[in-house]
Protein backbone atom coordinates (compact mmCIF):
# COMPACT_ATOMS: atom_id res chain seq x y z
CA UNK A 1 0.00 0.00 0.00
CA UNK A 2 2.81 2.59 1.01
CA UNK A 3 4.70 1.51 -2.11
CA UNK A 4 1.48 2.89 -4.14
CA UNK A 5 1.45 6.04 -2.23
CA UNK A 6 4.87 6.72 -2.31
CA UNK A 7 5.87 5.33 -6.44
CA UNK A 8 2.14 7.48 -7.43
CA UNK A 9 3.51 10.36 -6.11
CA UNK A 10 7.19 10.04 -7.61
CA UNK A 11 5.45 9.49 -10.79
CA UNK A 12 3.52 12.61 -10.49
CA UNK A 13 6.34 14.64 -10.04
CA UNK A 14 8.25 13.73 -12.61
CA UNK A 15 5.37 14.11 -15.42
CA UNK A 16 5.30 17.60 -14.22
CA UNK A 17 8.88 17.66 -14.44
CA UNK A 18 8.45 16.02 -17.97
CA UNK A 19 5.67 18.72 -18.87
CA UNK A 20 7.90 21.54 -17.84
CA UNK A 21 10.78 20.58 -19.83
CA UNK A 22 8.45 19.93 -22.82
CA UNK A 23 6.93 23.27 -22.57
CA UNK A 24 10.20 24.75 -22.29
CA UNK A 25 11.39 23.58 -25.77
CA UNK A 26 7.61 24.23 -27.41
CA UNK A 27 6.29 27.23 -26.63
CA UNK A 28 7.39 30.15 -28.73
CA UNK A 29 8.60 33.02 -26.59
CA UNK A 30 10.26 33.65 -23.14
CA UNK A 31 7.26 34.53 -21.42
CA UNK A 32 5.33 31.49 -22.45
CA UNK A 33 8.06 29.22 -21.54
CA UNK A 34 8.08 30.73 -17.89
CA UNK A 35 4.60 29.84 -18.15
CA UNK A 36 5.55 26.24 -18.34
CA UNK A 37 8.87 26.09 -16.10
CA UNK A 38 7.45 28.51 -13.27
CA UNK A 39 4.90 26.12 -12.38
CA UNK A 40 5.56 22.93 -13.33
CA UNK A 41 8.92 22.56 -11.68
CA UNK A 42 7.75 23.84 -8.46
CA UNK A 43 4.95 21.34 -8.09
CA UNK A 44 6.91 18.34 -9.34
CA UNK A 45 10.02 19.35 -7.49
CA UNK A 46 7.53 19.37 -4.46
CA UNK A 47 6.14 16.52 -4.82
CA UNK A 48 9.30 14.21 -5.75
CA UNK A 49 10.36 15.70 -2.23
CA UNK A 50 7.26 15.14 -0.70
CA UNK A 51 7.26 11.33 -1.94
CA UNK A 52 10.53 10.69 -0.50
CA UNK A 53 9.79 12.32 2.95
CA UNK A 54 6.54 9.89 3.21
CA UNK A 55 9.27 6.78 2.23
CA UNK A 56 11.62 8.53 4.98
CA UNK A 57 8.52 9.07 7.48
CA UNK A 58 7.97 4.91 7.39
CA UNK A 59 10.96 3.48 6.65
CA UNK A 60 13.75 5.50 9.28
CA UNK A 61 11.12 6.68 11.75
CA UNK A 62 14.05 6.81 14.10
CA UNK A 63 15.25 10.28 12.36
CA UNK A 64 12.43 12.62 11.75
CA UNK A 65 14.48 15.71 12.00
CA UNK A 66 15.37 15.11 8.35
CA UNK A 67 11.79 15.03 7.40
CA UNK A 68 11.56 18.53 8.69
CA UNK A 69 14.61 19.68 7.15
CA UNK A 70 12.50 17.81 3.82
CA UNK A 71 9.52 20.07 4.29
CA UNK A 72 11.82 23.24 4.98
CA UNK A 73 12.83 22.55 1.74
CA UNK A 74 9.53 22.20 -0.33
CA UNK A 75 8.51 25.16 1.41
CA UNK A 76 11.66 27.19 0.27
CA UNK A 77 10.72 25.87 -2.92
CA UNK A 78 7.63 26.88 -3.08
CA UNK A 79 8.45 30.41 -2.26
CA UNK A 80 11.54 31.13 -3.91
CA UNK A 81 10.91 29.56 -7.51
CA UNK A 82 7.92 31.85 -8.38
CA UNK A 83 9.89 34.86 -7.05
CA UNK A 84 12.79 34.11 -9.24
CA UNK A 85 10.45 33.88 -12.04
CA UNK A 86 9.21 36.69 -11.25
CA UNK A 87 12.73 38.71 -11.32
CA UNK A 88 13.17 37.23 -14.65
CA UNK A 89 10.42 37.95 -16.04
CA UNK A 90 10.23 41.81 -14.85
CA UNK A 91 14.15 42.04 -16.14
CA UNK A 92 12.91 40.91 -19.23
CA UNK A 93 9.64 43.19 -19.53
CA UNK A 94 12.09 46.15 -18.38
CA UNK A 95 14.58 45.85 -21.01
CA UNK A 96 12.18 45.58 -23.92
CA UNK A 97 11.61 41.80 -24.55
CA UNK A 98 8.56 41.50 -26.84
CA UNK A 99 5.54 39.65 -25.90
CA UNK A 100 4.77 36.78 -28.81
CA UNK A 101 1.41 37.04 -30.30
CA UNK A 102 -0.66 35.19 -31.94
CA UNK A 103 0.15 34.72 -35.29
CA UNK A 104 3.69 35.95 -34.87
CA UNK A 105 7.13 33.47 -35.53
CA UNK A 106 8.46 31.12 -33.07
CA UNK A 107 11.24 32.59 -31.33
CA UNK B 1 14.73 -5.75 3.46
CA UNK B 2 13.50 -6.94 -0.08
CA UNK B 3 11.24 -3.15 0.15
CA UNK B 4 14.23 -0.99 0.60
CA UNK B 5 15.93 -2.82 -2.34
CA UNK B 6 13.23 -2.12 -4.17
CA UNK B 7 12.75 0.97 -3.17
CA UNK B 8 16.22 1.56 -4.19
CA UNK B 9 15.33 0.59 -7.85
CA UNK B 10 12.39 2.89 -8.06
CA UNK B 11 15.05 5.81 -6.78
CA UNK B 12 17.33 4.96 -9.53
CA UNK B 13 14.87 5.07 -12.64
CA UNK B 14 13.27 8.49 -11.06
CA UNK B 15 16.27 9.44 -11.01
CA UNK B 16 17.48 8.76 -14.45
CA UNK B 17 13.97 10.13 -15.74
CA UNK B 18 15.06 13.77 -14.14
CA UNK B 19 18.17 13.27 -15.89
CA UNK B 20 16.63 12.74 -18.70
CA UNK B 21 14.46 16.10 -18.48
CA UNK B 22 17.88 18.00 -17.56
CA UNK B 23 18.90 16.87 -21.05
CA UNK B 24 15.87 18.21 -22.58
CA UNK B 25 16.41 21.92 -20.49
CA UNK B 26 20.48 21.98 -21.74
CA UNK B 27 19.12 22.37 -25.52
CA UNK B 28 17.38 25.38 -24.34
CA UNK B 29 19.94 26.58 -22.32
CA UNK B 30 22.42 26.11 -25.27
CA UNK B 31 20.26 27.10 -28.24
CA UNK B 32 17.59 29.01 -26.74
CA UNK B 33 17.77 32.23 -28.52
CA UNK B 34 18.90 35.51 -26.31
CA UNK B 35 20.29 35.17 -22.92
CA UNK B 36 17.18 35.44 -20.99
CA UNK B 37 15.75 31.99 -22.53
CA UNK B 38 19.45 30.91 -20.88
CA UNK B 39 19.21 32.49 -17.73
CA UNK B 40 15.57 30.79 -17.27
CA UNK B 41 16.87 27.15 -18.63
CA UNK B 42 19.95 27.50 -16.08
CA UNK B 43 17.44 28.32 -13.51
CA UNK B 44 15.44 25.69 -14.16
CA UNK B 45 18.05 23.12 -14.49
CA UNK B 46 19.23 24.16 -10.81
CA UNK B 47 15.32 23.79 -9.79
CA UNK B 48 15.60 19.93 -11.11
CA UNK B 49 19.19 19.64 -9.58
CA UNK B 50 17.49 19.37 -5.82
CA UNK B 51 15.22 16.64 -6.40
CA UNK B 52 18.04 15.01 -7.59
CA UNK B 53 20.57 15.86 -5.25
CA UNK B 54 17.91 14.33 -2.53
CA UNK B 55 17.01 11.19 -4.61
CA UNK B 56 20.68 10.69 -4.72
CA UNK B 57 20.62 11.00 -0.79
CA UNK B 58 18.12 8.32 -0.37
CA UNK B 59 20.07 6.09 -3.26
CA UNK B 60 23.33 6.26 -1.32
CA UNK B 61 21.83 6.18 2.11
CA UNK B 62 24.17 9.65 2.53
CA UNK B 63 21.80 12.17 4.67
CA UNK B 64 24.55 14.67 4.27
CA UNK B 65 23.34 15.43 0.63
CA UNK B 66 20.19 16.84 1.98
CA UNK B 67 22.04 19.74 3.55
CA UNK B 68 23.95 20.00 0.10
CA UNK B 69 20.30 20.07 -1.48
CA UNK B 70 19.10 23.30 1.25
CA UNK B 71 22.28 25.56 0.69
CA UNK B 72 21.60 24.54 -3.61
CA UNK B 73 18.32 25.58 -3.18
CA UNK B 74 19.47 28.90 -1.97
CA UNK B 75 22.39 29.11 -4.43
CA UNK B 76 20.09 28.77 -7.39
CA UNK B 77 17.79 31.36 -5.95
CA UNK B 78 20.42 34.30 -5.60
CA UNK B 79 22.17 33.17 -8.25
CA UNK B 80 19.11 33.93 -11.19
CA UNK B 81 18.20 36.86 -9.11
CA UNK B 82 21.40 38.44 -9.11
CA UNK B 83 21.51 37.65 -12.67
CA UNK B 84 18.17 39.06 -13.32
CA UNK B 85 18.76 42.32 -11.57
CA UNK B 86 22.51 42.73 -13.86
CA UNK B 87 20.49 42.33 -17.07
CA UNK B 88 18.09 44.78 -15.91
CA UNK B 89 20.53 47.22 -14.87
CA UNK B 90 23.72 46.39 -16.38
CA UNK B 91 25.19 46.54 -13.16
CA UNK B 92 24.74 44.64 -9.77
CA UNK B 93 25.41 46.78 -6.92
CA UNK B 94 23.50 50.42 -7.66
CA UNK B 95 23.14 53.11 -5.43
CA UNK C 1 8.03 55.76 18.38
CA UNK C 2 5.73 53.50 16.71
CA UNK C 3 9.64 52.43 15.52
CA UNK C 4 11.15 51.58 18.90
CA UNK C 5 7.50 50.50 20.95
CA UNK C 6 7.89 47.17 18.85
CA UNK C 7 11.58 46.69 18.46
CA UNK C 8 12.02 44.40 21.54
CA UNK C 9 9.11 41.97 20.61
CA UNK C 10 10.25 41.85 16.98
CA UNK C 11 14.24 40.86 17.94
CA UNK C 12 13.02 38.22 20.28
CA UNK C 13 10.42 36.51 17.86
CA UNK C 14 13.19 36.81 15.13
CA UNK C 15 15.68 34.95 17.56
CA UNK C 16 13.27 32.35 18.51
CA UNK C 17 12.61 31.49 14.83
CA UNK C 18 16.31 31.47 14.19
CA UNK C 19 17.46 29.26 16.96
CA UNK C 20 14.64 27.26 16.31
CA UNK C 21 15.52 26.60 12.30
CA UNK C 22 19.20 26.26 13.80
CA UNK C 23 18.14 23.34 16.22
CA UNK C 24 16.40 21.86 12.82
CA UNK C 25 19.19 21.76 10.94
CA UNK C 26 22.22 21.11 12.92
CA UNK C 27 20.17 18.03 14.86
CA UNK C 28 22.84 17.72 17.38
CA UNK C 29 22.37 19.20 21.37
CA UNK C 30 26.07 19.02 22.71
CA UNK C 31 26.92 22.65 24.57
CA UNK C 32 29.20 23.79 21.57
CA UNK C 33 26.37 23.17 19.01
CA UNK C 34 24.11 24.98 21.17
CA UNK C 35 25.92 28.13 22.29
CA UNK C 36 27.21 28.56 18.80
CA UNK C 37 23.35 28.56 17.44
CA UNK C 38 22.66 31.32 20.53
CA UNK C 39 25.46 33.20 18.85
CA UNK C 40 24.66 33.29 15.35
CA UNK C 41 20.41 33.87 16.04
CA UNK C 42 21.64 36.66 18.71
CA UNK C 43 23.72 38.56 15.58
CA UNK C 44 20.83 37.77 13.10
CA UNK C 45 18.41 39.24 15.56
CA UNK C 46 20.46 42.37 16.08
CA UNK C 47 21.53 42.60 12.95
CA UNK C 48 17.87 42.35 11.06
CA UNK C 49 14.73 42.35 13.13
CA UNK C 50 12.76 44.85 10.81
CA UNK C 51 12.88 42.00 8.09
CA UNK C 52 10.90 38.47 9.55
CA UNK C 53 8.34 40.46 11.92
CA UNK C 54 7.11 43.70 10.26
CA UNK C 55 4.11 45.28 12.12
CA UNK C 56 2.64 45.41 15.83
CA UNK C 57 2.07 42.22 18.26
CA UNK C 58 -1.22 40.90 17.77
CA UNK C 59 -1.68 42.03 14.08
CA UNK C 60 1.56 39.70 13.78
CA UNK C 61 -0.08 36.60 15.25
CA UNK C 62 -3.61 37.14 14.46
CA UNK C 63 -2.50 37.27 10.50
CA UNK C 64 0.25 34.41 10.73
CA UNK C 65 -3.00 32.32 11.53
CA UNK C 66 -5.49 33.90 8.71
CA UNK C 67 -2.58 33.21 6.09
CA UNK C 68 -2.04 30.03 7.43
CA UNK C 69 -6.09 29.66 6.65
CA UNK C 70 -5.35 30.73 3.13
CA UNK C 71 -2.83 27.92 2.07
CA UNK C 72 -4.86 25.20 1.74
CA UNK C 73 -6.97 27.18 -1.43
CA UNK C 74 -3.62 28.16 -2.48
CA UNK C 75 -2.61 23.88 -2.83
CA UNK C 76 -5.41 24.19 -4.99
CA UNK C 77 -5.14 26.40 -7.51
CA UNK C 78 -1.57 25.06 -7.81
CA UNK C 79 -2.43 21.33 -8.78
CA UNK C 80 -5.34 23.22 -11.43
CA UNK C 81 -2.29 25.69 -12.64
CA UNK C 82 -0.12 22.34 -13.70
CA UNK C 83 -2.81 20.58 -14.96
CA UNK C 84 -3.82 23.66 -17.06
CA UNK C 85 -0.28 23.80 -18.17
CA UNK C 86 0.09 19.91 -19.13
CA UNK C 87 -2.80 20.61 -21.26
CA UNK C 88 -1.83 23.80 -22.68
CA UNK C 89 2.04 21.96 -23.65
CA UNK C 90 0.60 18.57 -24.67
CA UNK C 91 -1.99 19.75 -26.65
CA UNK C 92 -0.84 19.13 -30.88
CA UNK C 93 -2.19 22.81 -31.71
CA UNK C 94 -0.99 24.81 -28.27
CA UNK C 95 -4.43 26.66 -27.62
CA UNK C 96 -2.31 29.65 -26.30
CA UNK C 97 -3.47 33.43 -26.98
CA UNK C 98 -1.19 35.91 -24.71
CA UNK C 99 -2.00 38.92 -23.94
CA UNK C 100 -0.54 41.36 -20.51
CA UNK C 101 -3.17 43.27 -18.37
CA UNK C 102 -3.29 45.58 -15.63
CA UNK C 103 -5.38 45.67 -12.45
CA UNK C 104 -5.76 47.68 -9.30
CA UNK C 105 -5.77 45.82 -5.52
CA UNK C 106 -6.31 47.47 -2.38
CA UNK C 107 -3.44 45.74 -0.36
CA UNK C 108 -0.52 48.51 0.61
CA UNK C 109 2.16 46.16 2.32
CA UNK C 110 4.97 43.92 1.86
CA UNK C 111 3.37 40.85 2.69
CA UNK C 112 0.16 40.82 0.88
CA UNK C 113 1.90 41.97 -2.17
CA UNK C 114 4.72 39.23 -1.97
CA UNK C 115 1.90 36.57 -1.36
CA UNK C 116 -0.91 37.75 -4.04
CA UNK C 117 2.42 38.26 -6.88
CA UNK C 118 3.39 34.64 -5.84
CA UNK C 119 0.04 32.99 -6.05
CA UNK C 120 -0.69 35.00 -9.42
CA UNK C 121 2.16 33.12 -10.66
CA UNK C 122 1.43 29.66 -9.15
CA UNK C 123 -2.16 30.05 -10.28
CA UNK C 124 -3.85 28.53 -13.25
CA UNK C 125 -2.24 30.68 -17.03
CA UNK C 126 -1.15 33.82 -15.30
CA UNK C 127 2.68 35.45 -14.17
CA UNK C 128 3.13 38.72 -12.58
CA UNK C 129 5.04 40.91 -14.19
CA UNK C 130 5.21 44.06 -12.34
CA UNK C 131 3.68 45.48 -9.05
CA UNK C 132 3.62 49.18 -8.33
CA UNK C 133 1.52 50.91 -5.59
CA UNK C 134 -0.47 47.99 -5.82
CA UNK C 135 -1.25 48.31 -9.20
CA UNK C 136 -0.34 44.89 -10.90
CA UNK C 137 0.98 44.24 -14.55
CA UNK C 138 0.28 40.46 -15.52
CA UNK C 139 0.75 38.48 -18.29
CA UNK C 140 -1.59 35.71 -19.05
CA UNK C 141 -1.77 32.77 -21.74
CA UNK C 142 -5.15 33.35 -22.69
CA UNK C 143 -8.19 35.01 -22.03
CA UNK C 144 -9.85 32.88 -19.78
CA UNK C 145 -7.34 33.01 -17.16
CA UNK C 146 -6.93 36.75 -17.39
CA UNK C 147 -10.84 37.48 -17.01
CA UNK C 148 -10.45 35.27 -13.48
CA UNK C 149 -8.15 38.33 -12.74
CA UNK C 150 -9.64 40.87 -13.73
CA UNK C 151 -13.45 40.46 -13.74
CA UNK C 152 -13.83 37.74 -11.04
CA UNK C 153 -11.23 38.60 -8.37
CA UNK C 154 -11.47 35.78 -5.86
CA UNK C 155 -8.01 35.48 -5.24
CA UNK C 156 -7.58 39.67 -4.15
CA UNK C 157 -10.79 39.05 -2.45
CA UNK C 158 -8.95 35.76 -0.53
CA UNK C 159 -5.93 37.85 0.58
CA UNK C 160 -7.39 40.75 1.42
CA UNK C 161 -9.16 38.69 3.70
CA UNK C 162 -5.56 36.83 4.77
CA UNK C 163 -3.66 40.11 5.48
CA UNK C 164 -7.28 41.97 6.64
CA UNK C 165 -6.20 44.70 4.41
CA UNK C 166 -9.77 45.46 2.09
Redesign the interface.
Known amino acids: ML?VV??LV??L?????????????????????????????????GL??LG?LI??LF?YSD?L??C???F??IL????????????????????G?A????GDER? | MIEIELFQRIFLAVGLLIAVTILLCIYRAVVGPGVFNVVAAVNVIGTKTIALLVLIGYYFERPMFFDIALLYAMLNFIGTLIFAKYLERGEVCSR | MTENEGKGFRMILTFCVMFLFWLLLSGIFDALHLTAGVLCSLIVAVISHDLLVVGKRNKTIVRSFRVLMYIPWELWQIVLANLDVAYRVLHPKMPIDPLIIEFDTTLRSDFALVTLANSITLTPGTITIGIKNGRFWVHAVAKEPAEALTVDGTMQQKVADAYMEW
Open positions: EVVLVGVFFLFVGAIGLLRFPDFYTRLHATGKCDTLGVVILYHYSLVVKLFLFIFISNPTATYALMKAAYRTVPWKLR
